[in-house]
């Protein structure tokens, strides 16, 4: 759960460490000689002058300090741990360990100094570099942590959690997870099958039912993740659960102290030092779901940009052709139940929600969605917008605020789900998206049933490699038009 995020927060914090260690030289090479000339001290070797191509000509002599002295502060902070639960350490803990680690690195770094018999080295560019070096990097983690809390605090990047059981060590976890708001943890309530405790607050958070009711609770409330914090006698109670979380796409969680299992696609992870042991339907590394956000966020951009004298057109031909707004808003669900609104070019006529009763025997699809061949509710300009994908180019606007990717399930209506037999609803399990496997394998063409298999198929062989085919296939499907309708 939060072992993967704290390695990818910590490679991404070691980065920052490296680029900064490396600018202090170039910032303590200037602070250095503003010294000098304040208190009218002599000139260190090889600097000849205050601007950038003295600095270049100082450190192309001191290349060896250039490259050796952020590896070895980066050495001590790695041997003295700094990178280990990073997120889960106060500031000023960390502060201080930063301190302790900047004054071994200072030492070591005159050892390095020494060694080399770089003689000419001056002793006062050394201390300014070692505080200039702890002074970036405190002020670094510091507004890390506060963008963290901010991020956090905004409702962003925050994992909804369902505890099981309210005994010693459950209590001990809440108030672990209360105390580090900026861990991006919001606890939703508890479960525990004492009779007596049902709608009862412990730790100010409410018990909402038994073991039996996980089921009936994951389906009615947004939880990313469900975790058994339980005595040893309740093992057998809990598999059912384990399995209704599974059916829908939650994450589980068991703690690791009861018993050691190895069972395909499960991790052991430490949460602050609980171990425990994880269920994952869906598992990619951070890593990966940054970079599938990063392609996100480019393309979308870029496509808003790039589209946007075209769907200047469209607008304008949407009023010119009918009554009604240019851009169609509905309510969709997204990732875990999230409800977002969908934003699409206008198609149909704008009473096309009331006139859908008169048409639902014509439904030609299986299942809760709607479609029928030449729709009397969409426009003529709509019939050209839809079998050209034009329409769905307002999507991107989702996808750049993070309600949707670029490629994943098709975002259902809210209805829809309310109708899913209890195997759909793992396509929630993944964020929605433009194009999915649907897309580029028959669209509308396809049954119902073998729409969500393509979803669960694609949920469960992901890879940065398939979204990448799949993007492929969409822009052919777009160009012939294949399945539109």
């Known amino acids: ?32 000689e503003f010294i000098r000339t304040i208190a009218r001290l002599g000139e260190k070797a090889y600097a000849d002058s205050p601007t950038f191509s003295g600095f270049m000509f100082f450190a192309s002599k001191y290349w060896l300090l250039f490259l050796g002295f952020p590896l070895i ?25 930063v ?8 030492v070591v770094s005159g050892s390095y100094v020494f060694l080399l018999k770089l003689e000419l080295t001056s002793r006062l560019f050394f201390l300014v570099y070692a505080f200039t070096a702890f002074t970036l990097l405190l002020i670094q983690r510091k ?8 991020i956090h605090a905004k409702g962003y990047n925050q994992e909804n959690l369902l505890i099981v059981g309210t005994g010693k060590r459950a209590r001990e976890f809440i108030r672990t997870v209360k105390m580090n708001s900026n861990w991006g943890l919001n606890i939703i309530g508890l479960i525990d099958d004492e009779h007596g405790l049902y709608g009862k607050e412990v730790d100010g958070l409410r018990v909402l039912g038994r073991i039996q009711d996980i089921p009936f609770i994951v389906n009615r409330l947004v939880i990313d993740r469900v975790i058994f914090v339980v005595p040893r006698l309740w093992l057998h109670r809990i598999e059912d659960a384990i399995l209704a979380c599974e059916q829908v796409g939650v994450s589980t969680s068991i703690s690791l102290d009861l018993y050691n299992l190895h069972i395909s696609r499960t991790r052991q992870t430490d949460f602050n030092g609980l171990p425990l042991l994880e269920f994952e339907t869906f598992y990619a590394k951070e890593w990966q779901l940054f970079i599938k956000r990063s392609i996100d966020i480019v393309i979308s951009s870029l496509s808003l940009l790039f589209f946007s004298p075209l769907m200047l057109i469209v607008a304008i031909l949407i009023k010119l052709t009918s009554r009604g707004p240019v851009l169609f808003r509905q309510k969709r669900v997204g990732l875990k139940g999230r409800k977002f609104t969908l934003y699409k070019f206008r198609s149909m006529v704008i009473d096309a929600e ?25 426009t003529r300009l709509g019939y050209f917008l839809r079998k050209t994908s034009i329409d769905e180019l307002p999507q991107f606007i989702n996808v750049l605020k993070g309600n949707m ?6 975002p259902p209506l809210v209805n829809e789900v309310d109708e899913y037999e209890i195997w759909h609803r793992r396509r929630l399990s993944l964020k929605p998206g433009i194009t999915c496997l649907w897309q580029v394998k ?23 490699w398939l979204d990448f085919k799949i993007l492929l296939r969409t822009f052919f499907v777009v160009l012939v038009g294949y399945g539109a309708e």
Do not use: C, H
Not at 358 to 369: F, H, K, S
């Open 1 to 32: 759960m939060f072992s993967e995020k704290e390695k990818f927060l910590a490679g991404i914090v070691r980065l920052a460490d490296f680029v900064l260690l490396a600018f202090s030289f170039f910032i303590a090479y200037f602070l250095d």
């Open 73 to 97: 502060w980066m050495g001590i902070f790695y041997i003295n741990g700094i990178y280990r639960d990073f997120s889960t350490r106060s500031f000023r803990k960390l502060a201080w360990l």
């Open 99 to 106: 301190f302790t680690s900047g004054i071994w690195a200072t």
């Open 143 to 150: 507004l890390l942590f506060l963008l963290l809390a901010q």
């Open 354 to 378: 009331a006139r859908k009763k008169d048409l639902l025997e014509r439904n030609e699809m299986e299942g809760p969605v709607f479609k029928i061949k030449r729709d009397p509710r969409i």
């Open 405 to 410: 990717s670029i490629v994943g399930p098709r």
């Open 442 to 464: 028959g669209r509308n063409k396809l049954s119902f049933d073998q729409w969500m298999k393509l979803d669960l198929e694609y949920i469960d062989k992901w890879s940065l």
